[in-house]
């Protein structure tokens, strides 16, 4: 099955300065990649996410970046403010058999730490 | 729009014993996940329904988790005997579709098992 690893998982910035979240994946025939913030006690939410027909996607002062031929993506978070600090999860997906689904395999989260 | 309702939010339970968990999805969402995330690590996987179909339930340990989505709409997931390593928080979330479709996740259970 897929495995995706998730580096730092830990990571602390000070604010104004940017942030640099790696993950890898195994199975090449993943091919959607979102990426969740969970702030502490609260539900994962996704913040963006890319597809494998596109290497770079960008959204205020985020964005993704995927290299397919290379199994990794990373989100860059620019001049990082405290409320970015949260856990971020990378996942990779693929579809499933039939194509009616995809199945998602989360990373094991990276904790953002934003200090003033 | 309402978002995914889960119930009960805390449980404590003592080891094998049984607990049931339930989760009502945004209206109109067919495809519904269950996934158990333990303390510091990512959401896993358990189930994932296709309207009342399962498409994958290859993580789900079957000897003791099961689930349901009897009308294609609210799903139950259950654990019996329960082990202290379930202890966890389990999420549900609903997609619209599937594949490059968001999911939106609920406040999810936290099981403690004691």
């Known amino acids: 099955g897929e495995n995706v690893e998730q580096h730092p998982s830990t990571l602390s910035v000070q604010e104004g300065d940017s942030a640099v979240i790696k993950c890898t994946y195994s199975?090449?025939?993943?091919?959607?990649f979102p990426w969740y913030k969970q702030e502490l006690g609260k539900r994962p939410q996704l913040i963006i996410d890319i597809r494998s027909n596109v290497g770079e996607k960008k959204d205020q002062r985020i964005a993704v970046t995927l290299n397919k031929t290379a199994k990794h993506f990373s989100l860059h978070i620019t001049e990082t403010q405290p409320e970015d600090s949260a856990v971020y999860f990378c996942?990779?997906?693929?579809?499933?058999?039939?194509?009616?689904?995809?199945?998602?395999?989360f990373g094991r989260g990276t904790s953002l730490i934003v200090h003033p | 729009e309402a978002g995914v309702a889960q119930s009960p939010r805390y449980k404590i339970i003592e080891k094998r014993q049984s607990v049931a968990f339930w989760c009502n999805p945004i209206?109109?969402?067919?495809?519904l996940y269950w996934y158990q995330q333990i303390l510091g690590q990512g959401p896993k996987l358990l189930i994932q329904?296709?309207?009342?179909?399962?498409?994958?339930d290859s993580q789900l340990p079957k000897d003791r988790f099961s689930a349901e989505r009897l009308k294609g709409v609210d799903s139950t997931l259950k654990i019996q005997p329960a082990k202290l390593e379930d202890s966890a928080v389990y999420l549900c979330?609903?997609?619209?579709?599937?594949?490059?479709?968001?999911?939106?996740f609920g406040p999810g259970t936290r099981l403690t098992v004691t």
């Open positions: 209206s109109g969402h067919a495809t």
């Open positions: 329904f296709q309207n009342n179909g399962v498409v994958d």
């Open positions: 979330a609903s997609s619209l579709l599937a594949l490059y479709y968001e999911q939106y």
């Open positions: 996942a990779a997906s693929k579809a499933e058999s039939s194509g009616g689904s995809y199945i998602p395999t």
């Open positions: 199975d090449s025939a993943s091919n959607y």
